[in-house]
């Protein structure tokens, strides 16, 4: 009988080992996924469907079905609006919140990811008409600046304290 080569029984091998997994079955899956309650509020484009039995659809929806392939995670849907759904995630009555802006103060409460979810771009816009106002921040100077009361004014009142300009933010 022949010999075979280092190579040839380096082939079996592999060839063996193939077989066997492609005719094992498959670790069990667990036999019920784990629930996660997620707090879902109604923002165009972020997350849209806040309701039972609506379509869902966003950013932060689409985010959770990622998540989800890698977690097994099925999702709980509580609806409410953002402040409510804030406090239910301060008080663990729900699990996940999307669009909690990390500030310092709120550090020790909640359990920030290492990773971040994505980045956002703020932008300031003008009139086309309003000639006194130019990328120079110094331009803003005694302007009135309406923003969103959100964490958008801290990052405005940063950006009005690294340029030096003195405008009057007003939030709504």
């Not at 509580?78 to 550090?107: C, H, N, P, S, T």
């Not at 979810?117 to 100077?141: F, I, R, W």
Request: some cysteine.
């Amino acid at each position: 009988m022949r010999k075979l080569s280092i190579s040839g029984r380096l082939l079996i091998l592999v060839c063996a080992l193939l077989l066997v997994f492609l005719f094992l079955p498959a670790a069990p899956a667990a036999t019920e996924a784990e629930s996660v309650r997620v707090g879902y509020y109604e923002n165009e484009v972020f997350q849209e469907g806040a309701q039972e039995g609506a379509v869902k659809t966003g950013y932060a929806y689409e985010y959770y079905r990622k998540l989800s392939e890698y977690t097994g995670w099925k999702y709980e849907y509580v609806y409410g609006g953002f402040g409510e759904l804030y406090q239910m995630l301060l008080d663990g009555k729900i699990d996940l919140l999307a669009g909690l802006a990390w500030r310092e103060e709120r550090a020790p409460l909640i359990g920030y990811p290492r990773a971040i979810m994505g980045s956002e771009s703020y932008y300031l816009v003008k009139h086309d008409e309003d000639v006194h106002v130019s990328v120079d921040p110094a331009t803003l100077n005694g302007c009135r600046i309406g923003v969103l009361d959100s964490a958008m004014v801290n990052v405005l009142d940063q950006y009005l304290d690294t340029h030096q300009v003195s405008a009057e933010v007003v939030t709504f």
